[in-house]
């Protein structure tokens, strides 16, 4: 089975502060996606990146950042000189590509995120 | 383009009622999702179809019920409404690529 852990279930920290935001996944399937969203107040759900599993590189967006470790199941997103605008519930997830659970996205808890001015 | 269009957008019932809640994608995607989203509880997902005709269980099945008899098209059914049952409901579906597109929620009340 697969499945998906946010540790953090909600983080409070001021206007330019940096954050990281913890995601650890399970699954029993070498071929996967893992992604991050995004969801502000207004409710919808706003893409931030896609990752397959055989890309370990590291991204930089902007001020988003997110570190994909395979040896530790982890794909960590980490706002730099985090702002007002960041407040939202962040979502990582998991779809595997191939096995019995092919095509079952899954998502984590989230973690709601509030900066402060 | 539409995207993902999700019917109704509010609702509120009473126990035990039936209801439909409609989600239509207009990119030809093969994959289409329904969530439920609950505080603290993030999105579970209820059911999922990898293509026109099937459909499979996610994590919370049970009081749904779904059908995908044209591919644009993934229904979900309640046969008998409960209180448990009151939250947002959100459609996705999924290119080849990879990518999510969500519809913007359907927030459903059972009294």
């Not at chain 1, 998991?94 to 096995?99: A, R, S």
Request: proline letters at 4%.
């Amino acid at each position: 089975a697969q499945k998906v852990t946010q540790a953090q279930t909600e983080i409070s920290v001021v206007e330019k502060e940096d954050v990281t935001l913890d995601c650890v996944y399970e699954t029993r399937d070498t071929t996967y996606y893992l992604f991050w969203y995004k969801q502000p107040p207004s409710g919808e759900l706003v893409f931030l990146i896609r990752r397959n599993s055989f890309d370990e590189q590291n991204e930089i967006s902007g001020r988003y950042s997110w570190n994909f470790q395979k040896s530790t199941s982890s794909f960590n997103f980490t706002i730099t000189a985090s702002q007002v605008v960041d407040s939202a519930v962040y979502f990582c997830a998991l779809i595997p590509w191939g096995g019995t659970s092919y095509g079952k996205l899954t998502f984590g808890q989230g973690t709601i995120l509030t900066v402060h001015p | 383009n539409a995207g993902v269009t999700q019917t109704p957008k509010f609702r509120v019932l009473k126990t035990g009622q039936s209801m439909t809640l409609l989600c239509a994608q207009d990119m030809n995607h093969e994959y289409m999702y329904w969530y439920r989203q609950d505080p603290g509880m993030g999105l579970r997902l209820i059911h999922y179809s990898v293509g026109e005709g099937t459909t499979a269980k996610g994590e919370v099945p049970d009081g749904y019920n779904v059908s995908r008899l044209k591919k644009q098209n993934f229904l979900l059914g309640l046969e008998s409404a409960a209180p448990s049952q009151t939250s947002v409901y959100f459609c996705a579906s999924r290119d080849r690529a990879g990518e999510l597109f969500f519809g913007e929620g359907s927030r459903l009340t059972v009294l």
